[in-house]
């Protein structure tokens, strides 16, 4: 079993940046890919970003490209989302995961969860 705890979440004018972290329990940290999702209020849950486990390629969806960046730290078992040029739009609760697909942008593929950090971006 992995635990997943993010933190960083908080508040950011626009134009701000914010980097987020999970920490990971497991010790076998490179073994899973690693991905970053968000949920708005009153929206679904939408992919943000992954790592994949296969190589370490990145893949970002389309709204967050030239903005985020998403990286790990293998020694410290943690993932981070750096996020820059932030949005309005960019609020929500993001959420880290973990799974054994080598490529999946969608929710179904992870099987580990964090609790969410809350990212609130002002106008």
């Known amino acids: 079993q992995v635990q997943l705890v993010e933190s960083g979440g908080g508040l950011v004018q626009a134009g701000g940046s914010l980097r987020l972290s999970c920490a990971a329990s497991?010790?076998?940290?490179?073994?899973?890919?690693w991905g970053w999702f968000r949920q708005a209020p009153g929206k679904e849950r939408e992919f943000v970003a992954f790592v994949s486990r296969s190589d370490g390629s990145l893949y970002y969806a389309d709204p967050v490209k030239g903005r985020f960046t998403l990286s790990r730290d293998n020694a410290k078992n943690t993932v981070y989302l750096q996020m820059n040029s932030l949005k309005p739009e960019d609020t929500a609760v993001y959420y880290c995961a973990a799974g054994s697909s080598a490529w999946s942008t969608s929710q179904d593929a992870y099987d580990y969860w964090g609790q969410g950090t809350q990212v609130t971006v002002s106008s």
């Open positions: 497991t010790r076998i940290f490179n073994w899973y890919t």
